[in-house]
């Protein structure tokens, strides 16, 4: 599947100060990282190819109700201290709910980041697998027919499954959204 082919997901690391004052955040400070849904730049269209944007945000702004239009997550952080080695700061009920949340999503970047995160939570022990299904398409115009796979994997004690598009990544694709993701959530996965 050639549209998964995305070299970047151009989501920031964290800029050390807040989007709203433009305050340098210091080292110790409790912040909240947030991803927002950006619309494609038609000048840039390499720009933001999830849709997604991180942007953080002061606690004490954060608490006096300024939030970003089209919050599509957030979670909170603590700016490391200088040289301080990194650690995965992300609860596996934040990963779970982002897993949760793109169940909709429809463009190949964010499918394939569903997917990687969903293969995370799995090798957590957070999702166990219970099957596929296959859906296959029909063919149209000169289109010829294809097929989706679909995961079936119950979240560890839910009973409602999730059904996760397989994308069909090769090895590389998958290393490059793992490590996009990582970026992501600033830690190692």
Do not use: H
């Not at 300024?66 to 603590?78: A, G, Y």
């Not at 409602?160 to 290393?175: C, F, Y």
């Amino acid at each position: 599947m050639s549209q998964f082919n995305v070299t970047t997901y151009d989501i920031e690391r964290p800029t050390g100060q807040c989007a709203y004052t433009g305050r340098s955040l210091e080292p110790g400070e409790t912040y909240i990282a947030t991803l927002v849904e950006v619309d494609p730049d038609p000048q840039n269209p390499k720009a933001n190819p999830s849709g997604l944007k991180r942007l953080d945000v002061a606690l004490k702004v954060w608490e006096a109700g300024q939030r970003p239009l089209r919050l599509f997550s957030f979670w909170k952080s603590v700016v490391p201290q200088p040289n301080q080695k990194k650690k995965v700061f992300v609860d596996d009920q934040v990963l779970m709910n982002l897993c949760k949340r793109l169940a909709d999503a429809d463009q190949p970047q964010r499918l394939a980041f569903r997917f990687v995160l969903a293969l995370i939570l799995m090798r957590k022990k957070l999702l166990r697998y219970e099957g596929s299904r296959v859906e296959k398409i029909p063919a149209s115009g000169d289109q010829p027919e294809t097929r989706r796979e679909y995961w079936k994997m119950i979240p560890k004690g839910e009973e409602e499954a999730l059904e996760i598009l397989n994308p069909e990544l090769d090895e590389a694709q998958i290393q490059q959204v793992t490590e996009q993701l990582g970026e992501i959530l600033e830690g190692e996965l």
